[in-house]
């Protein structure tokens, strides 16, 4: 693999083997390390670009023994092309404000988490999430990082409705989509294909040559969207590849 870890002594842990939520039937394994305060948004870029995720203070990538369905994918947004569906969507949410606001959590956002949580994730590891753990989730890290806000237009002049919240990291070479979350009842808008698709058009007008989008699980329905982006890379053993595009 042409990708490395940063020049400094990380240490690295595994967890211990716990069921994927990805794919019935098999185990999950991850390895991972801590990300150092000072030198933290330098030592994210590199980890992220050798693919590994973000999580607070911490960097994990997936080291199961017997499955390797999980591929680290991004998008680049120079050769991205807005297909016609995809124009579709965002013209649905022309709409929509967007707002990049700093990362410090909001009881807004946090109740908009819990009602996507329980209607898309029921009984899924963060449906338990309480206040204190949404604040570290967004406030507690050394990267650079901010959140992007998507809300209704406001008929008195003051905010809208809070519809959609992308916790996202600026890296040297693109965005890192690190988290997301949006109204479950708004399923006519395809609010979670529609923050990739601002995340790639933004991406597009500053020049930044990727969107980071984590991983697509192969053979898991919940990632499938992921592979709707097209180009998209997929890191392998030799680096960064175009993924081939489907039959």
């Known amino acids: 693999?042409?990708?490395?870890?940063?020049?400094?002594?990380?240490?690295?842990?595994?967890?211990?083997?716990?069921?994927?939520?990805?794919?019935?039937?098999?185990?999950?394994?991850?390895?991972?390390?801590?990300?150092?305060?000072?030198?933290?948004?330098?030592?994210?870029?590199?980890?992220?670009?050798?693919?590994?995720?973000?999580?607070?203070?911490?960097?994990?990538?997936?080291?199961?023994?017997?499955?390797?369905?999980?591929?680290?994918?991004?998008?680049?947004?120079?050769?991205?092309?807005?297909?016609?569906?995809?124009?579709?969507?965002?013209?649905?949410?022309?709409?929509?404000?967007?707002?990049?606001?700093?990362?410090?959590?909001?009881?807004?956002?946090?109740?908009?988490?819990?009602?996507?949580?329980?209607?898309?994730?029921?009984?899924?590891?963060?449906?338990?999430?309480?206040?204190?753990?949404?604040?570290?989730?967004?406030?507690?890290?050394?990267?650079?990082?901010?959140l992007i806000e998507y809300r209704l237009p406001s008929s008195d002049g003051g905010p809208g409705d809070l519809v959609g919240v992308c916790l996202t990291d600026l890296l040297s070479d693109g965005l890192s989509m690190v988290y997301s979350f949006f109204d479950p009842t708004m399923d006519s808008r395809s609010l979670g294909r529609f923050a990739i698709l601002d995340h790639a058009r933004q991406a597009q007008a500053v020049g930044l040559p990727f969107v980071y989008l984590g991983y697509w699980v192969r053979g898991s329905q919940k990632m499938d969207y992921k592979a709707s982006f097209r180009p998209m890379e997929q890191l392998t053993r030799l680096g960064w590849e175009r993924m081939a595009d489907p039959a």
């Open 1 to 146: 693999m042409t990708q490395f870890v940063p020049q400094r002594q990380l240490r690295f842990y595994m967890t211990s083997v716990a069921p994927c939520p990805y794919l019935p039937g098999q185990t999950e394994r991850k390895v991972f390390a801590n990300l150092p305060f000072s030198d933290g948004a330098h030592v994210n870029d590199e980890l992220t670009q050798a693919g590994f995720r973000r999580s607070q203070n911490i960097a994990y990538r997936p080291a199961c023994e017997t499955c390797d369905a999980c591929v680290s994918v991004r998008i680049p947004v120079a050769e991205f092309a807005f297909s016609r569906s995809q124009r579709r969507i965002l013209k649905r949410n022309d709409d929509l404000s967007r707002d990049l606001v700093e990362a410090e959590a909001t009881t807004e956002q946090f109740d908009l988490l819990r009602r996507y949580l329980a209607s898309r994730h029921p009984g899924g590891g963060m449906t338990g999430m309480a206040w204190l753990d949404y604040v570290a989730m967004v406030e507690d890290t050394a990267v650079r990082t901010h």
